[in-house]
């Protein structure tokens, strides 16, 4: 058998290469590192910077404007309100209303036109009916619709040049979707 030779104090160890260039990397990357970040930095203080004199100098803009005249205010409140019933106008159940005097009538009734007046909040109907049982179902109709607070016949007339006499009428409804 052979003797065991144990050296606990060896004196020529190997240099572990890869041990190393691992800490070579690491601070190379550690400098690659830094230097990103302190150009971060300086990008972000320039940005800063810009931002506080464009916000000086918006204060700046904004002291020196000149006071609106008392004829340019009044333009810009009448436009205001025409800009608020133009929204009011597209906010209203368009929908429902058509809906509503288009599903009411039935086959005896042709519808001529339809207008809406947003002041008054009524709606002026008027067309035609085959004869007056048609006309005041279609009226019924109508008022029984949640749309509407009330219709009123307002004249009607019977055709005498038309061989069928058809009576033409006008209604008038007040429509709850239109509250100024």
Request: proline share 4%; net charge positive.
């Amino acid at each position: 058998m052979r003797a065991l030779r144990l050296d606990y104090q060896r004196s020529n160890q190997p240099v572990p290469w890869l041990g190393l260039v691992l800490l070579v990397v690491a601070v190379a990357t550690l400098f690659a590192t830094g230097a990103y970040y302190r150009a971060l930095n300086q990008r972000i203080s320039y940005w800063e910077s810009k931002a506080d004199r464009l916000e000086r100098m918006s204060r700046q803009h904004t002291a020196v404007l000149p006071a609106l005249t008392e004829q340019a205010a009044r333009a810009q409140v009448v436009e205001v309100k025409q800009a608020n019933q133009v929204v009011r106008q597209l906010n209203l159940p368009w929908n429902t209303l058509f809906k509503a005097v288009e599903s009411s009538g039935g086959k005896g009734i042709a519808l001529l036109s339809l207008e809406p007046d947003m002041q008054k909040g009524t709606v002026s109907i008027s067309g035609e009916a085959k004869n007056l049982n048609a006309l005041l179902n279609y009226v019924k109709q109508l008022a029984a619709r949640e749309v509407f607070a009330s219709v009123y016949l307002q004249n009607h007339k019977i055709q005498q040049a038309d061989p069928e006499k058809p009576l033409h009428f006008s209604l008038l409804a007040y429509w709850k979707g239109s509250a100024p």
